[in-house]
Nanobody, 121 residues
Framework: QVQLVESGGGLVQAGGSLRLSCVAS????????MGWFRQAPGKEREFVAA????????YYADSVKGRFTISREDAKNTVYLQMNSLKPEDTAVYYC??????????????WGQGTQVTVSS
């Protein structure tokens, strides 16, 4: 059974940093794209960042570009999201996903349970 488990969320002040981790089990994802999405209360889920299996193919939502960095350790089946210069509008539940890649959630087959990130002003 495939599982994605996120960790690293929490409460942080504006301007602070957090690093989210997502560990995959049940199969190897070295050839899959790994992505991060988020959903704030009352809003639709939105794309944050993704890492293609091709080295160096990382892409980001405009709202996080320059502040967030996605990275992966395929040997550990783990993907990270380093979040710097956090803003209150980054507050959301963050989800890890694995699949074909892209900015649409429909292109991802596997999802984690989510981790809450709250940024106070």
């Amino acid at each position: 059974q495939v599982q994605l488990v996120e960790s690293g969320g929490g409460l942080v002040q504006a301007g602070g940093s957090l690093r989210l981790s997502c560990v995959a089990s049940g199969r190897t994802f070295s050839s899959a794209a790994m992505g991060w999405f988020r959903q704030a209360p009352g809003k639709e889920r939105e794309f944050v960042a993704a890492s293609s299996w091709r080295a160096g193919s990382n892409y980001y939502a405009d709202s996080v570009k320059g502040r967030f960095t996605i990275s992966r350790e395929d040997a550990k089946n783990t993907v990270y999201l380093q979040m710097n210069s956090l803003k209150p509008e980054d507050t959301a539940v963050y989800y890890c996903a694995a699949g074909a890649g892209g900015v649409s959630g429909t292109r991802y087959d596997y999802w984690g349970q989510g981790t809450q990130v709250t940024v106070s002003s």
